[in-house]
């Protein structure tokens, strides 16, 4: 079963990228007058004054697309790097320049892998116990989206540096402690510790997919979740939550027994064997206010509430991701409200909010356009992957391209990414071990 959905996969996304590729050849062949793939700034001209506008991204039109040039990206999201900019930041104040050696996955179990992006390509040198059922979904997943990303930058004429570098899809990075240079690219990295700064935030693998099967890709699930889409005031006057309590009991316990019986709140926890109190990401956005929990370390849950244009609920966080740095807590950008990890004034702002259903309203309307409309579409997500390509090789070493070990020909290291997917299986070429 999970083996024929992974096998659809394959296929969507093989068609996927011959889709993408025959783009490319009609962007390149289809001659004058053909309309392009991305609508760049017209030239000026005094005598077409009303085609001389200025290029502005149009979410409805512009959302999708992976393949904006590299000053689109950067107009159009002009917030979405301030983690690039911290490690870049990082390794600089360090005077550490990352070399092959930190990006070495020995000290991690599982998990993880090591790639390589050589003339916007994707190459992947090993992976490290990340092809069992546990991981795989979030390898192919991190792969296709970045693989994405770099046809992307195909398309729009931008030569990425050549990279090396190391990449985990655990819940937690577990990076070396103490006096340490290894560098790793993660989901996510918990605030208070320093250690984990040395990790280089990616999307997480639930901007390709995440939630139960059915759900589809996650801008499908947004054009899904759409169809709920209303006034706050219209919506059900409550704050709603499904999950289960096990991956943070902690937090997520005192949450139900906090909610139990109460009119504001429609709290409940999900039994996934027999799909007790299961609720369809999409129909959670029928509700005022949607709360998010972390999980384990961060959880994938916040960006599929951002579909909703409903309030969205956030508790003080420990972990943070690519993109959390672009919640805003209070004032006028305010676009989310934020409560206690203990709860103890969630009954006292849902209350409030349901009473000022304006400043709810503004709320909600701040937080679509933030990250619904903008910061969370698939053209961000793939500016962010091909920014994070430059910045991080503004302080790694230039990769050695070539697999050394073969002296009669020119080989380049590692296995194509097109080659890794078809093998479906952990891979380590003979040249990479011991790394
Ligand atoms: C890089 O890729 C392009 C095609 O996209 C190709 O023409 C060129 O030869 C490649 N360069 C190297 C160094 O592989
Ligand atoms: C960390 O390592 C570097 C180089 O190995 C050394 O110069 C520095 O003193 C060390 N710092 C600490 C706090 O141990
Ligand atoms: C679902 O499973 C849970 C846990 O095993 C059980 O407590 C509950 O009664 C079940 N519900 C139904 C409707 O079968």
Redesign the pocket.
Known sequence: MATARLGLGFVCGLLLTLLVLQTLVFWHYSGEGASPLIRTRPTASRHNAHIDQPWHFDTARDANNIAFTASQCDATFPNLYAEIDRSVKLWRDKKHTITAEDTSIAWRRDAAFRLLIHNNTLRILETKDAMNDAYRPRVLAVMNQLHNALLGAQVSGEQLPDIEFAVTVDDMSLIPNGNDTHAIWAFTRRLVDRDQDRCWMIPDFNFWQGGPPGTGSFYEAGRRARRNDGAVAEKIPKVVWRGVAWTNEGLRGPLLEKTEGKTWADVEET?W??R?NFMELDELCKYAFVLHTEGRSWSGRLKYLMNCDSVPVVHDLDWTTHWYHLLVPKGKQQNYIPVKRDWSDLDKKVKHHLIDTPAAQRVAERAVGTFRDRYLTAAAEACYWRRLVKGYSEVAVTPEIYDLSVAREERLRGISFEEFVLLGTDWQSPAENGR
Do not use: H, L, Q
């Open positions: 039994v064997e027999n007790t």
